[in-house]
């Protein structure tokens, strides 16, 4: 079994990757560091509806979106640059790796339009692969999308809180809820209950300084107060 401060380092490794990696595509050798976006045709959109929840697996995390037909996909992704110009033409633009990075960090999105092709970037498509975690719960193909349509544009972002399963679960099962982040929220929770290690539950302290957008001028105890009563708890 691995030491807890092994665990916390690399949960924290994996974390702050996500941070950099979340939502977009694979980087690819290019000058300036930007992304180039795969030929078209590369998807057979035939087989997929309006309203149905497309995934896309990747090595750390899983992107959604709902597919609106016509090879349109709304998905929600970090962009700084809605923060700075109402110019829907820059914002319709591919968001490149420094929008995207700069989005996390200040903790903005918008929920955009983007062809299948820059959607999945390569990625394989899954298609309502979730409808067998809420049986019932699913909505119709037409409210689904009308639900994502409702919601383009710029909105809060947040990796644990507001990310793109929230999107889509809330407009195909009308719960916005987040499997991803409650699989890292019981990993965390585990580590933090370790007590054997002092230094584990520092250093998750600190990740979610960088995931939940702390504001810098918290002191470190008002920090480490709500991890404390949650490993007693």
């Known amino acids: 079994m691995k030491n807890p401060v092994q665990q916390a380092a690399s949960l924290l490794l994996e974390k702050l990757m996500m941070l950099l990696v979340h939502h977009v595509r694979p980087l690819l050798a290019s000058s ?16 997929f509806k309006r309203g149905d929840l497309l995934e896309v697996p990747r090595t750390l995390f899983i992107h959604f979106g709902i597919y609106l037909g016509e090879n349109r996909v709304a998905h929600l992704m970090p962009d700084i640059l809605p923060s700075f110009t109402d110019d829907l033409r820059q914002i319709q633009q591919v968001v490149t790796n420094k929008r995207l990075i700069l989005g996390v960090i200040a903790r903005t999105a918008s929920v955009r339009v983007d062809t299948v092709e820059d959607f999945a970037y390569g990625g394989s498509i899954l298609v309502n692969h ?24 710029t909105t809060a972002y947040s990796l644990l809180w507001n990310n793109c399963e929230h999107f889509v679960t809330y407009c195909r099962y009308g ?7 409650d699989k890292f929220c019981e990993t965390v929770k585990m580590i933090i209950r370790d007590q054997r290690s002092v230094l584990a539950s520092v250093l998750v302290g600190l990740a979610s300084i960088v995931c939940l957008g702390l504001a810098p001028s ?12 949650w490993m007693a708890g």
Do not use: H, N
């Open 130 to 153: 979730m409808d067998r975690l809420f049986e019932d719960q699913v909505l119709g193909s037409e409210e689904a999308a009308r639900r994502a349509e409702k919601l383009m544009g």
């Open 32 to 47: 300036g560091g930007e992304t180039t976006p795969p030929p078209p045709g590369d998807y057979d959109t035939s087989c």
């Open 218 to 229: 918290t002191t470190l105890p008002t920090i480490f107060i709500p991890f404390f009563l």
């Open 175 to 181: 719960a916005p809820v987040s499997f991803q982040t």
